[in-house]
């Protein structure tokens, strides 16, 4: 079973950056489709972004043109990068794959990390 340790969330200032990594162990992530996904306080969760085995991607309207998604299945890493970043995305995310096509709804993800705390200050 493969197991997701996410990275690099944090304090950040609104206008800021961020940079979010997802590592993977005991197994490839090169035949699933991944995804970032958070969840907000008080909120349910919802999907961020995520990006097939062939690097086709897929965003959320509230960060498309603010934030990417990318991976490196050599080293079994995905990657979320997003600028000018806004209170609203302050969350806790989580990294999580399936075993098929990238989808933009979240129970379709069949494995997860146990997630990172962004907080956007204002």
């Known amino acids: 079973q493969v197991q997701l340790v996410e990275s690099g969330g944090g304090l950040v200032q609104a206008g800021g950056s961020l940079r979010l990594s997802c590592a993977a162990s005991?197994?490839?992530?090169?035949?699933?489709?991944m995804a970032w996904i958070r969840q907000g306080p008080g909120k349910e969760r919802e999907f961020v972004a995520a990006?097939?085995?062939?690097?086709?991607?897929f965003y959320a309207t509230s960060v498309k043109g603010r934030c990417t998604i990318s991976r490196d299945n050599a080293k079994t890493s995905v990657y979320l990068q997003c600028y000018t970043v806004e209170p609203e995305d302050t969350a806790v995310y989580y990294c999580a794959g399936r075993d098929g096509v990238a989808v933009t709804s979240v129970g379709e993800y069949e494995f997860w990390g146990t997630g990172t705390q962004v907080t956007v200050s204002s």
């Open positions: 005991g197994g490839k992530l090169s035949g699933y489709s």
């Open positions: 990006i097939s085995f062939s690097g086709i991607t």
